[in-house]
């Protein structure tokens, strides 16, 4: 029995040990510094988005869209999956040839699934959008998911799976073994391993450095805030062109504000802190969209702390400096929708060397030049 | 040097009083639209009622409130239905809102918060049903605006305020139904001697409950509350007496209450470390006797920092205008501060013995039936908390994002105590170790700014 230790409990962690438990003769160790999905991976804002998609990220991006089409296969739960749409609204008609040339560097590259529409198929897929908004880019088949209730299939798919889940557990040491092995080390326990993920997030750099190995990569603290229950408008994910928003209704009515506005970040403490005058920011562009919202009340806001490489797309891949141990992390604020393909071909990469899922953009080499 | 007070309750206005005194020009926020606070809340304007009649034998002590509120208001920034939202400790600033949309951030130097208490509440079926309310809102609908919740109302709950608002009830023409307390006298009986801390306090609650029963209003000790039955308003309160008989009183509303927890709230956004206080059944922000937190510039004072009453409240208001003055150097009265101290340090042992003869009932939330409505906001049941403390949700904050428990335009104020009872329970452990519900920012619900 081969034995796998994957450091991380977030979503990509999981996913990974799902993935590797699932595969015959390996037995997975997943450790979790703090609690399963503690930062981000508990509460982004759930999307599950092809839509404008980095295009290096774009074939990762659509075979995890096919996952998630079955996601219960994969995991047993829907993950309060909906399927609405994401939608990128243009608000002049300069973003609006700017949302066609995007759409004509995607079908360029033999992809279908981002399509440009009218105002009249705009106000038919968001009628409460403010009217000055003259087409969009559209992707019918993304939509957005519960995180917390992701994280938790994902959790117990991968201890159905026979992984083991050690939660307040952060690793101090990554060594090589006498006999080969790898080594990491708690402040409890130390466990010999074949196979080692670095999914730390946030905290991958320093798992790297423990391994003598340097990547660049920072991190950041989207915030967002929640309102109260509204009466159901709107059924898409919806962003504009030329500012930052991200604005969606959930389930219950609830409508999430985001955008990447940046919250204030302590990584030694391990949290971070809203500012709320950026946040004003995207709360005003919202009810500009939406003029319904305007006057609905902010119940909430959070952060929660990611890793961010320098150009925004994750390091997947072999370390160069401890062969065995396997990085995934630096999603950037969009790793959400990628966790279960991604998890798919980092447990690929160790259980078998290599993977015929399109993760060859994410090696670090790229940062070499 | 800038100075801000938020709350214009009994510790609000004496805090401001010392500092007026000092010669400073604080900055005063009040979120009502006018100051006394919940317990010398004034009736709107125009209305003619007499002190004697809206605060009874409190009149003397709203009257010389009052007074001094309107003395105080001329001579500070006075911002009344303003909400302070936020605060951002670092750099010293507060986020307020006036009347529902003007938003403001202001600069503080040293910053005193006088945020008050709300009711514990207890959930059992039927709570949600219009005409269940807590103790301390059925007294505002009389005091403040002279109506009642009821023409034939039940309440529910333990400690002072149960017997007082029942009293008030009854005075009014509104006769309670029947006075549901959860403590045995038997457990009021072991706390009596700590309750001759303050002797005119203590007889003064043994005459409400006597003058309760002249009045033949029927109160149970030792009791428990069953559920609150009715077609889409109250009609009756199924209930079990200490002989574990069960009862059912026809009523028309029902107002409950267990005591109060603080409105912590902003010393939590200011960074203030907080405890569990045992005796009180509540997490306190951390303070010592004068009022001084241990973050820098910022004080506490009231039932905001620890459930007092009234009279306590303005002692530690003062007090903690005190300790500000003389943490900046600045003139403060030696005399008047010798005088607090004694007095808080009598008053807290009243208090002691007060959290002891009525405890809150932790054992009736931990047995809550899983189908009981837990957090009705987001309305999750018990059994739905306790599905979540099964899988990874042993803390607060961890059950809250697993079961939205505490999500809600309450944000856990109200559900929050419960809760936590709730969890320990499934869990096996004390109620302190599942710990609190971290402050965000909002602290309450505002509009979203842009606003028509």
């Known amino acids: 029995m081969n034995r796998a230790v994957v450091i991380g409990g ?97 079908r360029d590259l033999g992809w279908t699934h981002e399509e440009v529409v009218d105002q009249a198929e705009v106000r038919r897929l968001l009628p409460a959008i403010a009217p000055h908004v003259v087409g969009a880019l559209v992707c019918r088949g993304d939509g957005s998911a519960d995180p917390m209730r992701t994280v938790m299939a994902f959790r117990r798919a991968a201890q159905e799976a026979g992984a083991a889940i050690v939660e307040g557990s952060g690793v101090t040491a990554i060594e090589r073994s006498a006999a080969g092995t790898l080594r990491v080390v708690t402040e409890e326990a130390s466990y010999e391993a074949e196979r080692v993920a670095n999914c730390a997030g946030a905290w991958a750099t320093r798992i790297a450095r423990m391994a003598g190995e340097e990547i660049p990569c920072g991190v950041k603290a989207s915030m967002m805030i929640v309102t109260e229950r509204l009466p159901h408008f709107c059924t898409p ?94 999603y950037s604020g969009h790793g959400f929708q990628l966790s279960p393909a991604a998890g798919a071909a980092v447990a690929e990469l160790m259980a078998r060397g290599a993977t015929n899922l399109p993760v060859a953009p994410f090696t670090q080499a790229r940062f070499d030049a | 040097m800038k100075v801000a007070v938020v709350g214009a309750g009994p510790a609000g206005v004496r805090a401001v009083e010392q500092l007026v005194r000092a010669g400073l020009e604080p900055t005063w926020l009040e979120e009502s639209p006018d100051g006394g606070g919940r317990i010398y809340q004034r009736p709107p304007a125009g209305f003619r009622r007499g002190y004697r009649a809206i605060y009874g034998a409190d009149a003397g002590r709203a009257r010389r409130l009052h007074a001094t509120l309107e003395a105080l208001k001329p001579r500070c920034d006075w911002r009344p239905d303003t909400l302070v939202w936020n605060i951002r400790t670092r750099e010293r600033l507060l986020d307020t809102q006036t009347a529902g949309r003007r938003r403001d951030t202001l600069a503080y130097d040293a910053l005193i918060l006088c945020t008050g208490a709300m009711d514990r509440i207890l959930p059992i079926p039927g709570w949600t049903l219009p005409g269940v309310t807590t103790l301390g809102g059925a007294q505002i609908a009389l005091k403040a605006q002279g109506v009642g919740i009821g023409a034939r109302p039940v309440f529910i709950g333990t400690g002072p305020l149960l017997v007082l608002a029942a009293l008030q009830y009854a005075k009014a023409g509104a006769p309670p139904a029947l006075v549901l307390d959860t403590t045995s006298f038997l457990t009021k009986a072991m706390a009596a001697a700590g309750l001759l801390w303050n002797l005119p306090t203590f007889l003064r609650g043994l005459r409400y409950t006597a003058a309760l ?37 026809p009523c028309d509303a029902v107002a409950m209450g267990w005591g109060l927890k603080p409105e912590a709230q902003l010393a939590d ?44 409240a303005e002692l530690a208001g003062a007090r903690a205008a005190l300790a500000l003055l003389e943490d900046h150097a600045l003139p403060a009265d030696l005399a008047l501060r010798a005088h607090l101290d ?60 697993l079961s939205r428990v505490g999500m809600g335009r309450c944000q856990g104020r109200v559900c929050g105590p419960p809760a936590a009872e709730v969890l320990a329970a499934a869990l096996g452990v004390p109620v302190e170790q599942v710990g609190r519900l971290r402050g965000q920012p909002p602290v309450k619900p505002i509009p979203l700014p842009g606003a028509a």
């Not at chain 1, 389930?251 to 990447?260: D, F, L, N, R």
Request: hydrophobic share 40%; net charge positive; aromatic share 6%.
């Open chain 2, 269 to 312: 956004l200011a960074g203030v470390p907080f405890r569990f206080d045992a005796t009180g059944h509540n997490w306190l922000p951390e303070r010592d006797a004068a009022g001084r937190t241990p973050v820098p510039g910022v004080y506490l004072a009231g039932d905001g920092a620890g459930i007092g009453g009234a009279e306590v």
């Open chain 1, 10 to 106: 977030g979503l990509h962690g999981l996913s990974t040990a799902l993935h590797l438990a699932r595969t015959p003769g390996w037995q997975v160790t997943v450790l979790e510094r703090r609690h399963v999905g503690r930062h981000s991976s508990g509460v982004n804002a759930g999307g599950v988005r092809r839509l404008g998609r980095d295009v290096r990220e774009i074939a990762l991006s659509a075979v995890a869209f096919e996952m998630w089409s079955n996601i219960v296969a994969l995991v047993g739960d829907d993950c309060g999956f909906q399927p609405g749409g994401q939608v990128k609204v243009a608000e002049n008609e300069a973003e609006l040839r700017k949302l066609e040339g995007r759409a004509a560097q995607v």
């Open chain 2, 213 to 249: 029963r002249m009045k033949g209003v029927a109160v149970a000790e030792d009791a428990t509350p069953i559920a609150i039955e009715g077609e889409g308003k109250v009609m009756a309160l199924r209930w079990r007496d200490s002989g574990w008989r069960e009862h059912v009183t």
């Open chain 1, 237 to 330: 994910t919806v962003g504009p062109t030329g500012r930052p928003l991200s604005f969606k209704q959930t389930a219950v009515g609830t409508v999430v504000i985001g955008g990447g506005h940046q919250g204030l970040n302590d990584p030694e403490r391990e949290t971070s802190t809203v500012l709320f005058g950026s946040l004003a920011h995207a709360a005003r562009i919202a009810g500009e969209l939406f003029p319904c919202v305007k006057g609905a009340r902010i119940m909430r806001s959070w952060t929660g702390t990611e890793a961010r490489t320098p150009d925004e797309i994750p390091v997947i891949g072999e370390s160069r400096t401890m062969p065995g141990l396997f990085h995934s992390f630096g």
């Open chain 2, 342 to 401: 004694g007095r808080l340090r009598t008053e807290a042992r009243f208090r002691a013995a007060l959290e002891r003869a009525f405890p809150y009932p932790a054992h009736l939330a931990r047995r809550m039936e899983d189908a009981t409505l837990l957090c009705r906001c987001e309305a999750i049941t018990a059994g739905e908390l306790r599905a979540v403390a099964r899988y990874g949700g042993s803390e607060a904050n961890r059950a809250k994002a």
